[in-house]
């Protein structure tokens, strides 16, 4: 028998280091945050499904069958990773979806892999299909894959476990069992990034240039490397350093902007020890490593012309009806 009402929640993330290498198989660090997306799914009132939200202002009509929608009010962006996930994991009985999300969609910070992973998790719930943290995320990467055409398992993994995770070359995770003890800022701009377009763009520029992009890629893999060894040794100077060597090659790629490098030079002008981008690029955010007796001051920089989210890494990852699922 069906539940009443079928609630999945599923963190954000920030990247440490690996964006855009990844997709090509290189290691990545990532850590889940403390801003999450909330998904309810009930039997619907009517003969039709709904798809609601507050937070993002819209509401909208869904045909899961065809996969299309009337839209009603708002500008439901992210709308085609739900109906996509709808497409393959719901009977297409009506049912009436709400959706909250403490995540500013576009800034980097996972708000498409958070709501994928919490509407599959959600409608598994719903319609009593066993599954697990494994089969969840694999589901939830394909959704992304078919909607952005290629994409990282990155952002749906963290989002599955939660935690702060490596991800090796063989798409093993390994959780850091230490918590790294230093505090970050997150700055983000109003101008969005498009994950699919910069992965895209990255593609293009590696397909142009292997002899060039190539090596690129392999060092960006050695830098999360490094970097998990100075995680594990809480080394904070050389974890700096290499967040810094990271940003100089997410740049080269081309997937900064003007707003970005403002804001990574006003946290570092402000007193922060490392700043890069974390996420696709093109918009969305910055993350900035802090002294313990600066995060104010690293923020108020930023602010001047973005703005910031404080954030802490999370250790809970999916939640269905406020349970882990493993």
């Known amino acids: ?25 290189e290691p990545a660090i990532a850590g889940a945050v403390n801003k999450r997306a909330i998904v309810k799914i009930r039997k619907s009132r009517n003969k039709y499904t709904t798809l609601k939200s507050d937070d993002l202002g819209f509401e909208a009509i869904l045909n899961t069958r065809k996969g299309t929608y009337i ?44 709501v994928t992973v919490a509407t599959i998790a959600a409608l598994h719930d719903y319609h009593n299909v066993h599954f697990t943290r494994e089969t969840l995320a694999e589901e939830a990467h394909k959704v992304e894959e078919d909607v952005q055409g290629i994409a990282s398992p990155l952002d749906t993994l963290v989002s599955t476990y939660g935690g702060l995770v490596y991800l090796s070359r063989e798409k093993r995770i390994v959780r850091f069992d230490n918590n790294l003890n230093a505090p970050f800022v997150i700055g983000f701009t109003n101008k969005y990034g ?90 969305g955010s910055i993350i900035a490593l802090c002294r313990m007796d600066n995060v104010d001051e690293v923020a108020e920089g930023i602010n001047l012309h973005d703005r910031t989210i404080k954030v802490n890494f999370s250790k809970e990852g999916v939640l269905v009806n406020n349970k882990p699922v493993y």
Not at 88 to 113: N, R
Not at 241 to 248: K, R
């Open 1 to 25: 028998m069906r539940p009443y009402e079928s609630v999945a929640t599923a963190p954000g993330k920030t990247i440490l280091f690996g964006e855009h290498s990844v997709v090509y198989d």
């Open 71 to 114: 839209l009603k009010r708002g500008r439901p962006g992210i709308i085609r990773y739900i109906l996509n996930a709808m497409g393959k994991f719901h009977d297409h009985s009506a049912i009436d979806m709400d959706l909250g999300l403490t995540l500013p969609v576009g800034s980097g910070l996972g708000s498409s892999a958070a």
């Open 194 to 283: 498009n994950t699919g377009k910069m992965v895209r763009d990255v593609n293009a520029l590696k397909t142009k240039y292997p002899e060039l992009v190539d090596p690129i890629i392999e060092t960006m893999g050695k830098i999360a490397n490094e970097a998990r060894i100075a995680i594990l040794k809480e080394n904070i100077g050389r974890i700096a350093d290499l967040m810094n060597l990271n940003q100089g090659f997410l740049d080269s790629l081309g997937v900064n902007t003007y707003e970005l490098s403002r804001m990574i030079y006003a946290a570092r002008n402000s007193g922060a020890l490392a700043s890069k981008i974390t996420g696709s690029g093109g918009g």
